[in-house]
């Protein structure tokens, strides 16, 4: 190796560079462009693990750049605690014994030493699906543990751990490295051994974690362990998946503890308690609370709506999941109400319903005991507050009783000047069709809506207007249009002219890039995609952009 050459691959910084080029390389390869704030763990293909094991060989500036790379997310503790701690091996099936034991030889200071070369280039432990026996044995765990050689701190850099394992050496690693852990992931499974390595573990993070910002605890959560989860101060970010059978909802109002947090994901499981008789307005607020994604049904939603007291959000999506013969559907529209109420800075709305659908014979009961819920007044008075301020509005297969639904809605939209997206897909409760929009609507959006992007919604295609619009210069920005048809129409649910259709939209909105249809043909064909008029669309932009090149070049 030349002079020169040698001081450059001696370089540390400079090889701190390279690396740092090639990792991001290898995270592109791999779909990872940036990361976001809590991510599920980052893994570097094995083609670049190769690539990076032979840049180790190259010299100790080198090995070290290398190692940082290889060794910084984790998916396995063996290469820790037995190649590195020299573990007793298996003569007969290759590998370690397992569980893990040091019969032949104990770990001394040098075997550490090494152990620590390598653990504190780890950030992240990935300790999934790992077999019962990929522990320690116990008693040896025990001499670990008592050994005056093993260091102090084991993963001093670890800020991140996602733990599906249950093993005893997964366990007591994952309390050791509390103290550093930026973020954790908890799904142990819900076996009576998983609650009381998860009541253990909860138990040692709410005595000695720090800086623990983040949380995904999916199971196993019971009561016990979300005592000690709610007294998490400094939690900025909790995705909760709550068990019905397991979880007294008395608990949930226990959430406004959590005065720092600004992002909740929270799925809730059936057979809810009925929510009637159940304050609202809780005393205390989440004035940091910015994003809540609320899944379950609708009893539950109810319940989450009026225990969160909420006064700073910005964006809310509401997943409604029911079983047909649940009424809880009926309660989406008073539970956005809920949370509209005093949230007048909310910029993203979304709220989508899994299974629309009731049977007629509930659909009577529910209408006849409580009228109240086709009673929409306060629901798109809250809505129409939001609109100075809303970005993004999408109401999707969510069921009303009332008919006429959609046009107010539409009618609302058209009094949000800051509208960027905009989907409405509205599921009738009666036997009474939809009324819905005529395609001339489209005509008044592009004055009132000017910065929409993106629309969804349903139209009456009985007629398409031929004239041109009032506006024949437009330059909208609109770049996607998805086109629904009334659901039991029988005429007037797809366009008989489709040149047509496409001519019309083209004049509205000429940057228009993508219209996806979504109807049922006479024929019974079933469209969903990007289709004739989308085709008819592109070749009139193509024919535009020809005519100005031919244009330009002619003036030039």
Not at 59 to 67: E, K, L, Q, V, Y
Not at 480 to 487: A, N, P, R, V
Not at 509 to 536: C, D, H, M, S
Request: net charge positive; glycine share 6%; charged share 20%.
């Amino acid at each position: 190796m030349g002079e020169s050459a040698g001081r450059v691959l001696n370089n540390a910084d400079l090889t701190s560079i390279i690396f740092s080029n090639l990792k991001e390389m290898a995270l592109g390869d791999a779909g990872f462009d940036m990361e976001p704030v809590h991510p599920q763990p980052i893994r570097i293909s094995g083609p670049w693990k190769g690539t990076f094991a032979r840049l180790a060989r190259t010299n100790r500036t080198m090995f070290h750049a290398s190692i940082h790379v290889l060794w910084e997310t984790m998916t396995s503790l063996e290469p820790f605690f037995g190649t590195l701690l020299l573990a007793d091996l298996d003569d007969n099936m290759g590998g370690f014994v397992h569980p893990l034991a040091y019969s032949f030889k104990q770990p001394k200071k040098k075997e550490w030493k090494r152990f620590m070369l390598y653990s504190i280039h780890t950030k992240v432990l990935v300790l999934d699906d790992l077999l019962s026996s990929s522990g320690i044995k116990s008693e040896w765990l025990a001499y670990l543990v008592a050994s005056k050689n093993m260091p102090k701190t084991l993963f001093p850099a670890v800020k991140r751990l996602f733990l599906s394992s249950i093993d005893n050496l997964s366990i007591f690693v994952a309390s050791s490295v509390v103290p550093s852990l930026h973020f954790i992931r908890l799904s142990l499974g819900n076996t009576q051994e998983a609650q009381t390595a998860c009541h253990a573990l909860v138990a040692s993070i709410a005595q000695n974690t720090r800086i623990l910002t983040g949380l995904r605890f999916i199971s196993p959560v019971w009561p016990k362990s979300l005592q000690y989860i709610f007294g998490l101060r400094a939690v900025t970010y909790l995705h909760l998946q709550l068990n019905a059978r397991a979880i007294p909802f008395p608990v949930i109002p226990a959430l406004n503890g959590l005065r720092s947090l600004q992002k909740l994901v929270i799925r809730g499981g059936h057979r809810i308690p009925d929510h009637k008789g159940m304050k609202s307005n809780p005393s205390s607020s989440l004035k940091h609370l910015k994003e809540v994604h609320a899944e379950g049904d609708g009893r539950f939603q109810v319940i989450l709506a009026k225990a969160l007291a909420l006064c700073s959000l910005k964006e809310l999506k509401l997943e409604f999941t029911s079983a047909e013969d649940d009424e809880g559907m009926c309660y989406i529209p008073p539970v956005v109400a809920l949370y509209a109420t005093g949230n007048t800075h909310l910029q993203h709305l979304d709220a989508s319903c899994s299974y629309p659908r009731m049977r007629p014979d509930r659909i009577a009961e529910v209408w006849t005991k409580h009228p109240e819920y086709a009673d929409y007044r306060r629901f798109l008075a809250e809505i129409a507050c939001m609109g100075p301020r809303l970005r993004c509005l999408n109401l999707v297969k969510i069921p009303f009783f009332s008919t006429t639904i959609l046009q107010e809605l539409l009618a609302l939209a058209q009094q949000m000047p800051t509208l960027e997206s905009l989907a409405l897909h509205a599921i009738s409760l009666t036997s009474d069709n939809l009324i819905l929009p005529r395609l001339s609507i489209l005509e008044d959006m592009a004055k009132t809506n000017p910065r929409l992007l993106v629309l969804e919604t349903q139209f009456n295609f009985s007629q398409v207007p031929g004239d041109d619009p009032t506006d024949s210069v437009s330059s909208h920005n609109l770049e996607k249009i998805t086109l629904h048809s009334g659901e039991g129409y029988h005429t007037g649910c797809y366009p008989a002219d489709e040149l047509q259709l496409a001519q019309y939209l083209d004049r509205l909105f000429p940057r228009l890039k993508v219209v996806e249809e979504r109807w049922t043909t006479i024929n019974g064909e079933k469209r969903a995609g990007p289709g004739n008029v989308q085709r008819y669309l592109h070749s009139f932009q193509d024919v535009r952009a020809r005519m100005a090149r031919e244009s330009s070049r002619y003036v030039a």
